[in-house]
């Protein structure tokens, strides 16, 4: 049977609920596609008598093994935020090429290095097999004779499958594998469907098959597979994390001592990245603001540009960080990850590229665990931020705890990992208006309103701050 707050899941997004998740029961999942069957009665053997106990084995269960194929033009965010909560999730995921060579650049730039290639995974048999979408991966996807075979023989062993954005119109369809399920698919595509198949609905789960809408749904869809695969509990302690969930009165966007960023040419933006990073907030901010026609420069402050994140995903650098040293930025952003955090406040290059931005009154920020490099550098004094709940102990600036991102004059802070979409379009408001931020919203099929509406805070009677 299906859950109430899973039937709600499926159904069309309704523009006047902004983003704001409905409250659901305690201990239920909004993401359960299917509830427990109840108990049944056992017909148990008579108990036999026997000299030695029955062994019992103390090994762990094998872990779900999950395959994300990527692509030459893969939708980044929908590729590494899948890897990614699977992968937090407890799940073995596998992201595989399809491409003669492991690195593929992706749809918005972002290059990402697969972790073998397709035909290495000919022969496994998975838990899961989850395809992202975008153009041209969709179609290189589809090509892929070797991950048809996978797929085909996927869905005939009744294992979970799925896909989302343009995969389910590009690639199920010609393999026969959208027969007689209820499926969606990014608004672009969703005519391609078979009009008695298609519905509305940020996720579709119909039997094995799962599809979802785009990538500002792709944290849906991922959760959705953890319920699937590990059940409610499990995906409400990922859901915990990721901050998917939106309180009733929590903020999108909140700011304080209000200041116009405004350029006579397209803003600049370095993101600084590390091993340990979270590469959930580096490609969500990558893919979205070069979607808005930012120039977002990526560079590495380890002696490569080659990175690991902090879930085991690698993402190829634009540079390394020496190539920033004589540059100015409108905008440098610092993604999260406690290791990677640590690793960015060693680099001496990087501390005075913030310096000097904070001293020429250049915009800077940070999502999540970063804060702290910012505060070490003294960038947070007589500023307003909002944090993630598990650093906010050990800032000592003023913090907004009831808004998912603050803007303080020349500094944009973020709660974390998925607010990283609300931060990022809160970048693109500030630089070209909300009318260019609803528009990339729209694109991605990430909910935002019609109307800009950040709340103002007058800093001299906010009583929702602490020190």
């Known amino acids: 049977m299906l859950s109430p707050l899973h039937s709600l899941l499926s159904q069309a997004p309704d523009p006047a609920m902004g983003i704001r998740a409905p409250p659901h029961p305690r201990n239920r999942s909004p993401y359960s596609p299917l509830r427990l069957p109840p108990p049944r009665s056992v017909a148990l053997a008579a108990p036999t008598l026997s000299a030695t ?25 929908e590729a590494v935020i899948l890897a990614g909560v699977l992968r937090r999730a407890g799940a073995d995921v596998t992201l595989a090429s399809v491409e003669d060579g492991l690195e593929v650049e992706a749809s918005c730039g972002s290059r990402i290095v697969a972790d073998m290639h397709i035909a290495a995974c ?30 085909v023989a996927q869905a005939e062993g009744k294992r979970l499958y799925g896909a989302i954005c343009a995969a389910p119109a590009v690639v199920l369809m010609p393999w026969g594998l959208h027969k007689r399920k209820k499926i969606t698919c990014h608004p672009s595509f969703i005519g391609d469907l078979p009009t008695f198949r298609a519905v509305e609905s940020n996720v579709q789960v119909s039997g094995e098959l799962t599809t979802s809408r785009g990538p500002g749904t792709t944290f849906q869809f991922a959760l959705s597979f953890v319920e699937q695969m590990f059940g409610p509990d499990a995906a409400e302690d990922v859901d915990r994390t990721l901050m998917t969930q939106t309180d009733a009165d929590l903020e999108r966007s909140t700011e304080v001592n209000e200041l116009e960023w405004s350029f006579d040419h397209s803003p600049h933006v370095l993101i600084p990245i590390a091993n340990g990073s979270e590469e959930m907030e580096i490609t969500i901010l990558v893919d979205i603001l070069r979607r808005a026609k930012i120039n977002v420069v990526l ?41 990677g955090a640590e690793r960015l406040h060693r680099s001496k290059i990087l501390k005075k590229l913030l310096k000097e931005q904070k001293q020429a009154g250049r ?27 598990a650093i906010v102990n050990g800032l000592t600036c003023q913090v907004i705890d009831q808004s998912k991102v603050v803007i303080d004059g020349n500094l944009i802070t973020g709660k974390g990992l998925a607010t990283a979409i609300d931060f990022a379009l809160a970048i693109i408001r500030k630089f070209f208006g909300h009318g260019r931020a609803k528009s990339v919203a729209n ?22 701050r602490r020190h």
């Open 53 to 77: 106990p029955p062994a019992v084995s103390s090994l762990p269960p094998p872990k779900k093994k999950v395959l994300v194929p990527i692509a030459m033009g893969t939708e980044e965010m």
């Open 122 to 151: 000919a022969d496994q048999v998975f838990d899961l097999v989850a395809l992202p979408g975008g153009m041209p991966g969709s179609v290189r996807l589809r090509d892929s004779e070797i991950l048809q075979r996978i797929m």
């Open 299 to 339: 560079q590495s402050v380890e002696k490569s540009p080659n990175i690991v994140g902090s879930q085991r995903i690698k993402i190829v650098a634009d540079k390394c960080i020496m190539s920033a040293s004589d540059s100015k930025y409108d905008l440098i952003v610092l993604p999260g990850g406690p290791a």
């Open 363 to 389: 915009m800077y920020g940070g999502i999540s665990s970063s804060l702290k490099i910012l505060q070490q550098q003294g960038l947070l004094e007589d500023k307003s931020v909002t944090a993630d709940p």
């Open 443 to 464: 694109g991605i099929v990430f909910e935002y309103p019609k109307s800009e509406t950040p709340r103002i805070v007058d800093t001299t009677k906010c009583a929702e």
